[in-house]
Each structure stands twice: as structure tokens, then as C-alpha cells.
């Protein structure tokens, strides 16, 4: 079975520039994860989808970043207009369907390691 | 608001030693799951464990055993006999149940270095 992907596995920017990141969860896997990891940090949960809708987006700065999921399958992250803070692992995962009062194995991509400069 | 802590950034250990990651948890659910990940130098978040908060059993699972403590609210990771293929960074992590979105929050991470 394929797991999560996502591209490109590397980008370098410059501030101001824009960018965005892919990926492909497992195939079935109606929930999609963003995270984002800053060196030396855990994963912070950007935005959830569960199949093209959107469950939680209380941490996305929604003032330069945007996501969206549109056919309820991949997923497309954007930042516009980047920032040196920026510069962090962008982490995509996908699980099955939540069901109330359980719990779905999240199975994570490799990654997207972006560099704003 | 949930918070999980993992106060050792950086272990050293020879081949063959035992460790023990260390995890302190803070949460007002009474119902919520908590995890062991697994970030090798390439990059993907490995699953290692999940635990419900109601079910307080140690667990073994080869090298590999978890002390979950709910009255002092950690849930630390013990790896036997310690190899160098065990050296990557290990996040301990929370999830509610309560309220929906299977939300996960991480540890800041313990890199552990393995060395022969």
C-alpha cells in the first residue's frame, strides 16, 4: 500500500516569494492533516480536512496561508507571502474516517523542508 | 488547553544501554489517547504506540516498554538494550477525544544518539 506523498521534498525561497506544497494521502483515507515542524519542535497541526471540508483551522495564519482540498482527495498548501519564520518541515498525514469517541492512526508523508531566505 | 512535555532535548548512550525518554502531559479531558513517535534523520514520523487514557497497563513490545502513569500524568518510553538504529528524535503526543478532531500535540522531542 502507498503511504502519504507529498512534493517537492525541498524548496528554497525568498521572502515575500510565494509557495506551494502537495500531497497525496493514502489512498481511502477521507481525513487530511497540515502540520508544521520548526527545528527542534514538535509538529504544530496547521489545518484538518475531513474529506473536502475543513474541521480545524484555528492555528493557520490565515493571512498568508491557505489550503484547500478540493475533490476530498489531495491537498494543496500555500504560503503567500512567505517569511523567514516560515522556514520549517511542512508535514502532511492522512487517517480513516473519525468515528465519535475514537481514535484513527494518523500515517505521515516524508515531508516538504522549506528554506525562506 | 493541552500541553505535552518532554524535558530531555538530547540523550546519549554507548550500544547495548538502556534509556528512558521521559513525558509529562497536561490535559482537562478525562478521555484522551497519548503516543510515541518515532522521526529517524529521514524525516517521517514513525507510530510506535497509543495508549487510552483509561486503560493504565504497561506495555512491552519487544525492546521497546511504556510506563503510563495517570497520577502523575506521564507516559515515559523505555528502550532496552539500546541499539544504533534507535538513534532518531521521539516525540510524545496527545490527542482528545472530547469535542472531535483527533487534534494531536506534541512534545518538543527528545533526540537520542545511539553510539557503538
Known amino acids: 500500500e502507498a503511504g502519504v506523498a507529498q512534493s517537492p521534498r525541498y524548496k528554497i525561497i525568498e521572502k515575500r516569494q510565494s509557495v506551494a506544497f502537495w500531497c497525496n494521502p493514502i489512498?481511502?483515507?477521507?481525513?487530511l492533516y497540515w502540520y508544521q515542524q520548526i527545528l527542534g519542535q514538535g509538529p504544530k497541526l496547521l489545518i484538518q480536512f475531513q474529506n473536502n471540508g475543513v474541521v480545524d483551522d484555528s492555528q493557520l495564519p490565515k493571512d498568508r496561508f491557505s489550503a484547500e482540498r478540493l475533490k476530498g482527495v489531495d491537498s494543496t498548501l500555500k504560503i503567500q507571502p512567505a517569511k523567514l519564520e516560515d522556514s520549517a518541515v511542512y508535514l502532511c498525514a492522512s487517517s480513516l474516517e473519525r468515528t465519535s469517541g475514537s481514535w484513527d492512526e494518523q500515517f505521515f508523508g516524508p515531508g516538504t523542508r522549506l528554506t525562506v531566505l | 488547553a493541552q500541553k505535552v512535555t518532554q524535558a530531555q532535548t538530547e540523550i546519549s548512550v554507548v550500544e547495548k544501554e538502556d534509556v528512558t525518554l521521559d513525558c509529562v502531559y497536561e490535559t482537562r479531558d478525562t478521555t484522551y489517547y497519548l503516543f510515541w513517535y518515532k522521526q529517524p534523520p529521514s524525516g517521517e514520523l514513525v507510530f510506535l504506540i497509543r495508549r487510552n487514557s483509561f486503560d493504565e497497563q504497561n506495555e512491552i513490545s519487544g525492546r521497546y516498554s511504556w510506563n503510563f502513569q495517570k497520577s502523575t500524568s506521564s507516559f515515559n518510553f523505555t528502550i532496552t538494550a539500546s541499539q544504533v538504529v534507535d538513534s532518531a528524535v521521539y516525540f510524545c503526543?496527545?490527542?482528545?477525544?472530547?469535542?472531535?478532531?483527533?487534534?494531536?500535540?506534541f512534545g518538543t522531542g527528545t533526540q537520542l544518539k545511539v553510539e557503538l
Open positions: 503526543a496527545l490527542s482528545e477525544v472530547e469535542g472531535g478532531g483527533n487534534k494531536l500535540t
Open positions: 489512498s481511502g483515507h477521507a481525513t
